[in-house]
Structures are given as C-alpha cells and as structure tokens.
C-alpha cells in the first residue's frame, strides 16, 4: 500500500479528507482482497477473481485481450468492483526490476 500511496503522490493525487470506514476485510488467496467499505462490498483482484464472480465475461473484449497479454508475460491485470457500480477500473502491475514485454 505504501508504494501505490508513494507512486499516487508522485502523479499529483493528493489525500482525501474524507475517512472511510473498512470492515470484513479478506485476502482471497491467488485472486484479490474483499472488504466493506462505508457499508458496501468492494473487491479489488485479477481475471480468476472476476470471472468466479462472473464479472469479466461482460468486460470490453479489448480490456480482455490486455488482460491475457499481461497474464501471459507474467504481469498481472487487475480490477477494481464497488457492489452497486460493477467493475469501475482496471489496472495493471507488474513486480520486477528488467521486464520487457514479449513483442508479437
């Protein structure tokens, strides 16, 4: 968390004066995290977490074929759900020092 709040800062993004309330919070082992937060369910995870909540069948083709090239040269592609919005952000990550993506 602290390097996305470090990385955040660095972009400009500035705190919120606004504190939200986190409850129930789970790691869900090899797909994400879930919590409550101000009351309502968000989960923030990978393909295998949105397609076993039947999320990602309904994301943009194109936001998919990203997914499926990260996950195949080893990065990860992510999403962000709030329960009432759906998916409302995608992100993608990956951890190491030289990578390079693999060029069709």
Do not use: M
């Amino acid at each position: 968390a602290k390097t996305l709040v470090n990385a955040a800062k660095k972009e400009g993004v500035l705190p919120s004066n606004h504190t939200s309330t986190v409850t129930n919070h789970s790691i869900l082992k090899g797909e994400g995290v879930t919590a409550f937060v101000n009351g309502e369910q968000v989960w923030v995870g990978n393909t295998k977490l949105f397609n076993r909540l039947g999320q990602y069948s309904q994301h943009p083709n194109d936001q998919k074929q990203t997914a499926a090239k990260w996950d195949k040269d080893g990065g990860t592609f992510g999403f962000l759900r709030i329960e009432s919005v759906r998916i409302i952000a995608c992100y993608a990550s990956w951890i190491g020092c030289h990578w390079k993506p693999k060029t069709s």
